[in-house]
């Protein structure tokens, strides 16, 4: 199969409470090769940009504000099948419904709080890496 890349972003809630280690040896130990690695903090207008498509949503003010409370640690991530894999590791966006061992299961504390963001499509995985990454243009494929 193929090599991939997704982009994944561990949110605010999760930095704040000292997981970003974790997570990230987590992500490494099940076969993602970091390729880029940024620690940043998203200003409203930038975290609105990222969350586009749910601009009509009743839950968009509260996600644009909790996502630019804090810092994130933002990633490209690089496998077969990754964005697809990476999904499946995180699991749910409500932490309630995600599987045991998911990222999301153990480190999420509500649905906005819900640790971690990864790409849901190989479009999206380009469009996302780009938007934190421009400065990097050979995983764009
Ligand atoms: P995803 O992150 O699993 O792809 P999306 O539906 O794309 O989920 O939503 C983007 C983010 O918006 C979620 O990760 C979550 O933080 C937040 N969100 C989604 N649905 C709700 C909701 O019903 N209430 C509060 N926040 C939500
Ligand atoms: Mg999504």
């Known amino acids: 199969m193929k090599k991939e890349v997704t982009l994944t972003m561990i949110k605010p809630f999760a930095v704040k ?11 490494e130990r099940t076969g993602f090769h970091i390729r880029a690695l940024k620690m940043t903090q998203l200003a409203k207008e ?10 009509d949503k009743p839950f968009f003010n509260e996600l ?3 996502m630019s409370s ?3 640690v933002t ?4 496998k077969e099948n990754a964005v697809e894999d990476f999904r499946k590791l995180i699991g749910s966006t409500d932490p309630d419904k995600a599987a045991k061992g998911t990222i999301r299961r153990v480190f999420a504390k509500d649905k906005t709080r819900n640790a971690i ?18 400065e990097i243009e050979e995983f764009m494929y």
């Open 75 to 78: 990633a490209i991530l690089e």
């Open 17 to 27: 409470e000292h997981n970003i280690g974790e997570i990230l040896s987590y992500i």
């Open 70 to 72: 804090g810092p994130v």
């Open 46 to 55: 930038k975290a609105a940009i990222f969350y586009d498509e749910h601009k």
């Open 64 to 66: 644009i504000n909790f």
């Open 117 to 134: 963001h990864g790409s849901d499509s190989i479009e999206s995985a380009k469009k996302e890496c780009r938007f934190f990454f421009s």
